[in-house]
């Protein structure tokens, strides 16, 4: 298993009670979340990837079970991982998923900029 399935479930069933529209595309080694065309909620093996509003970076960094996105040996900023530890319930995830959310809606993927 290269991601928690049972996780990929869980979003899964979220984003759908929400009426929220995403595209799954295997990547990392594990599986993202398209909504929007950007790439804000993955799995990679137990933890939630998340990427996030610059705003909310270092604040989502405070809290319990969270780290910077370090994936090839050099920090990722703007993405995160969240440990499973951090997820044990359906309200913890949905408060992670939102961050993921909010940056689909209105965050800006840099190779998407328009010159």
Request: hydrophobic share 45%.
């Amino acid at each position: 298993m290269a991601y928690n399935e049972e996780l990929a479930f869980r979003i899964k069933k979220n984003l759908i009670l929400q009426n929220i529209d995403f595209v799954e595309k295997k990547m990392f080694g594990g599986l993202a979340f398209m909504i929007n065309d950007k790439m804000c909620i993955g799995i990679i093996k137990e933890e939630l990837m998340l990427r996030v509003l610059e705003t909310n970076y270092e604040d989502l960094l405070k809290k319990d079970y969270v780290r910077p996105m370090n994936f090839t040996g050099k920090i990722i900023k703007g993405m995160v991982f969240v440990e499973s530890e951090g997820l044990s319930n359906e309200k913890k995830l949905l408060e992670f998923i939102n961050y993921g959310l909010e940056f689909a809606e209105k965050g800006v993927v840099k190779s998407k900029k328009k010159k």
